[in-house]
């Protein structure tokens, strides 16, 4: 009834204003509360940073009895809770850090209905033993996190998310509200129908982040392109640098301490000691730079992260979505900032390829880049690109807060220079039977007279300094883009070059190839405001 709506919603505001001291409900979270503290099922689909945890944490202090939330980032649990206990809310969780008697402690306090919230593990819910503590309790609510892991489709599934389908049948009664930043329509409906929640109510926030500046440029010289790009406008301020390996973590970190930036790296081989180290300095001191594999982020909040760099190209636009949403989530002017060539991917084609995964995987994965290369490889805005990726319209074609729409690139017609690249690789493969990789057929194409050229006659060849009107650089695009639409493959360990079905309609002139030019200078576009 009405009354109990504004009962409900007075409620949820007092809590609001009482234990977490905020003035306002932000976006939808009032009326994801509202639903929820009434007995509805909810999928709320709202970006990094957009305040989920509020949108079960409030009817969990609401509802009588407690609130259980499935969350898969173990490493985080004692944090949340420790945060949660500072506000005088009675927060617990169950996961294999913990001993025994920890364990006990906990499981005590669940029944004796001394907990507002309780954190567990997916996989816990696979054992029985949990079930049935769980069925001498009173839940008032199931919050299941990440809820994209569920998601198959998605880029980062967990077997044990299959079995949350049961929480619904098991409890009947009590609501069930899904959360995740990933929100392409593959992944929501999947989440969906696997968690068995048909009923549900959707909320989906927009997933713009305005104040984010996206930017893309083209790899020459990495780490003195990331330098320059935070010397010149983030010095002093806090970031991530994201990268591929550990290697080059650890490199990249040394690289910028050696030159005056404050940066400490992050990656799973570091002992816990000091990624629990590096992790707080980050969190509690200003202007520290983490250089971080993907392990690192996670659940992290801090609000004033003013870049996110990436060094490698993420595998997929969701992975992309989610790093880079950690930059600004005060709302103030970030950027994110990445670096995309060639080798990139090359190596992204090979990991693929030479993957443990069954072809669907396979086919699931190149799907995945081949998103993320389009995204790279845009010649329009990036952020409509990017929304458009996640089913959501842009306010406006072009944002003016992206590269693309600070510098429009030029694009051209790369045709003939494709059927150059093309026919090269042709004639390696049926003159000679031999394959290469893109360094060697840029070398043959500018009639480079190199040692491996010698070595295999490759002077020889009709098409032998044919493309000496493009650069180095300039071929080095053209490769990339020829790989990133499909045009080319990459094959076995060495990453050689091979034609693909659609290379053929190219070479015989049935479809022309349009490129972006390739800038001389990387583009640097002038610092964004909010
Ligand atoms: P998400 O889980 O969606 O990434 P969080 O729940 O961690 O986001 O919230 C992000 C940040 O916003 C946190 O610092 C949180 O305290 C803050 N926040 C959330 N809701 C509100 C609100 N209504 N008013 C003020 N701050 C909020
Ligand atoms: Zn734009």
Redesign the pocket.
């Known amino acids: 009834t009405g009354t109990q709506a504004v009962d409900t919603e007075s409620e949820a505001l007092a809590t609001?204003h009482r234990v977490?001291g905020?003035?306002?409900?932000?976006g939808a979270?009032g009326e994801v509360i509202e639903h929820v503290v009434a007995g509805g099922d909810a999928v709320v689909l709202?970006?990094?940073?957009?305040?989920?945890?509020?949108?079960y944490q409030i009817p969990a202090l609401v509802r009588p009895g407690t609130g259980v939330v499935v969350s898969p980032l173990i490493a985080l649990m004692q944090d949340q809770v420790d945060a949660l206990r500072a506000l005088g809310v009675r927060a617990g969780f169950i996961n294999s850090t913990q001993d025994f008697d920890e364990r006990r402690t906990v499981e005590a306090e669940l029944l004796a209905g001394e907990l507002d919230l309780l954190y567990l593990a997916p996989e816990r819910l696979r054992v029985e033993a949990t079930l049935d503590l769980l069925s001498r309790a009173k839940i008032s609510v199931f919050a299941i996190?990440e809820a994209h892991c569920v998601a198959q489709w998605g880029h980062d599934f967990r077997p044990d998310y299959l079995a949350l389908s049961l929480l619904g049948e098991r409890w009947p009664d009590v609501p069930r509200i899904a959360?995740t930043?990933t929100a392409t329509d593959a992944t929501h409906r999947e989440i969906t129908q696997r968690l068995g929640m048909p009923e549900a109510r959707h909320f989906v926030a927009s997933f713009d982040r305005p104040n984010i500046q996206y930017r893309i440029v083209p790899k020459s010289d990495p780490k003195k392109q990331l330098l320059s790009f935070l010397k010149d406008e983030h010095d002093g301020d806090a970031g991530i640098v994201y990268c591929l390996s550990r290697a080059s973590v650890e490199k990249t970190a040394q690289y910028l301490s050696d030159n005056g930036v404050r940066a400490v790296p992050y990656h799973a081989g570091l002992d816990s000691g000091t990624r629990a180290v590096n992790q707080s300095r980050f969190l509690r001191e200003d202007g520290l730079v983490v250089v971080a594999t993907i392990a690192f982020g996670m659940?992290i909040?801090k609000?004033d992260v003013r870049f996110v760099a990436h060094l490698d190209l993420p595998k997929s636009v969701e992975g992309y979505y989610q790093e880079t949403?950690r930059a600004g989530?005060d709302g103030l002017a970030s950027t994110a900032w990445m670096a995309y060539g060639l080798q990139d991917v090359v190596q992204q084609r090979k990991l693929i390829q030479g993957s443990e995964g069954d072809e669907a995987f396979r086919r699931r994965a190149a799907a995945h880049l081949d998103a993320m290369l389009a995204l790279c490889e845009t010649a329009s805005c990036r952020r409509a690109q990017l929304l458009g990726y996640f089913g959501q319209e842009a306010a406006a074609e072009n944002c003016g807060n992206c590269d693309t729409c600070l510098t429009p690139p030029q694009t051209w017609d790369g045709t003939v220079a494709a059927q150059k690249v093309l026919s090269t690789v042709v004639r390696l493969q049926r003159e000679r039977g031999q394959k290469f990789g893109a360094g060697q057929i840029i070398d043959i194409l500018l009639g480079r007279r190199t040692a491996k050229i010698i070595q295999f006659d490759h002077d020889q060849l009709s098409v032998f300094g044919i493309g000496e009107d493009l650069s180095e650089p300039q071929w080095r695009g053209v490769a990339r883009q020829l790989l990133a639409q499909g045009l080319l493959a990459v094959e076995g360990e060495y990453g050689t070059l091979v034609l693909t079905e659609a290379s053929g309609e190219v070479l015989a002139g049935r479809r022309e190839v349009r490129m972006r030019t390739e800038p001389e200078k990387p583009a640097r576009a002038a610092r964004g405001s909010a």
Do not use: H, V
Request: aromatic share 12%; proline share 8%; hydrophobic share 25%.
């Open positions: 609001l977490f905020y003035e306002s409900f932000r979270q709202m970006p990094t940073g957009g305040g989920k945890s509020l949108c996190d959360l930043a659940g909040d609000p949403g989530r």
